[in-house]
């Protein structure tokens, strides 16, 4: 007790303003604190705007539309309008405006498409029917001119084209489509005047660069040029016919195709809305 009794009273009267000044500060956070809160609290009936997803590598929501010009100035809008189910996989729809012309073959501009993680696949059934259907009943037609002439296919699953493999990589090759159709093309309805036929469609893709392209919707700095030869050897009573056809595309990942290049001339990317 000898101690304490030596303490100056100025020692306790020093340690009561430092107690007092520590509660003040606490009491200064303590409203602070509760004015934060407050404005927080106020503010939660504003909804903060929606962050919009980035496209995917391929865009495909529905919605999504492009607007090309050709080279003699006319457009066509290809857009993504909605989905059709399969059994096997989940396939998108594209609509095109103008109509493409049904006599016409191009394996680029799909019906039906579908994207997963690795590839963009194309449904071309339905362009490979419409070619047995026209330009090769035409070509018999010509051949045997004045005799009826009917057309029939040997039941097949067409396989998908494989447009891209994702990600793109500059220099890369791979086999775009391997379609082999059979059938028999029959005169006058007559068993002895019934001959076969066969057309392979073949789809090679080639990554020809990595550049930067300046386009009438901007600059992209990642752009990818791509060339698809495409052959179509098709045999008619011993008689081979090839047909070859090259397209070149510049494909801008999450933009989507913004040039095409073949033999009717260039169409580039005037417009694009991505949902």
């Known amino acids: 007790m000898r101690f304490f009794s030596h303490i100056s009273p100025n020692f306790y009267w020093l340690t009561f303003q430092v107690k007092c000044r520590i509660l003040d500060k606490m009491r200064i956070l303590f409203f602070t604190l509760c004015i934060t809160?407050?404005?927080?609290?106020?503010?939660?009936?504003?909804?903060?705007?929606p962050t919009k997803t980035k496209p995917n590598y391929f865009p495909d929501?529905?919605?999504?539309?492009?607007?090309?010009?050709?080279?003699?100035?006319s457009e066509w809008i290809r857009e993504v309008i909605d989905?059709?189910?399969?059994?096997?996989?989940?396939?998108?729809t594209f609509t095109y405006k103008p109509s493409i012309t049904e006599t016409e073959i191009d394996f680029l501009n799909p019906t039906f498409f579908s994207v997963n993680?690795?590839?963009?696949?194309?449904?071309?059934?339905?362009?490979i029917d419409r070619y047995i259907q026209t330009d090769l009943l035409t070509s018999v037609?010509?051949?045997?001119?004045?005799?009826?002439?009917?057309?029939?296919l040997e039941q097949i699953t067409y396989p998908d084209l494989v447009f891209?493999?994702?990600p793109l990589i500059s220099n890369s090759q791979w086999n775009v489509?391997?379609?082999?159709?059979?059938?028999?093309?029959?005169?006058?309805?007559?068993?002895?005047?019934?001959?076969?036929?066969?057309?392979?469609?073949?789809?090679?893709?080639?990554?020809?660069?990595?550049?930067?392209?300046?386009?009438?919707?901007?600059?992209?700095?990642?752009?990818?040029q791509i060339k698809y030869n495409t052959k179509i050897m098709q045999t008619v009573l011993s008689n081979?016919?090839?047909?070859?056809?090259?397209?070149?595309?510049?494909?801008?990942?999450?933009?989507?195709?913004?040039?095409?290049?073949?033999?009717?001339?260039?169409s580039e990317l005037i417009e694009y809305n991505l949902q």
Request: charged content about 25%; overall charge negative.
């Open 83 to 92: 989905r059709k189910d399969s059994q096997d996989q989940d396939y998108l």
């Open 177 to 224: 489509l391997n379609a082999e159709v059979n059938g028999n093309i029959s005169l006058q309805n007559l068993t002895l005047l019934n001959f076969p036929f066969e057309v392979h469609f073949m789809v090679e893709g080639v990554v020809l660069s990595e550049e930067t392209i300046e386009s009438p919707v901007g600059m992209f700095e990642t752009t990818f």
């Open 164 to 166: 891209l493999q994702i």
């Open 117 to 127: 993680q690795n590839q963009i696949l194309f449904d071309v059934g339905e362009q």
């Open 61 to 73: 929501a529905v919605g999504s539309r492009w607007v090309y010009r050709n080279a003699d100035g």
């Open 240 to 266: 081979e016919v090839s047909i070859i056809r090259d397209q070149t595309i510049w494909f801008v990942p999450y933009i989507g195709i913004v040039k095409i290049e073949d033999e009717r001339g260039i």
């Open 141 to 152: 037609k010509d051949e045997f001119e004045g005799l009826e002439v009917n057309v029939t």
């Open 37 to 49: 809160l407050l404005l927080v609290a106020c503010g939660s009936d504003e909804l903060p705007e």
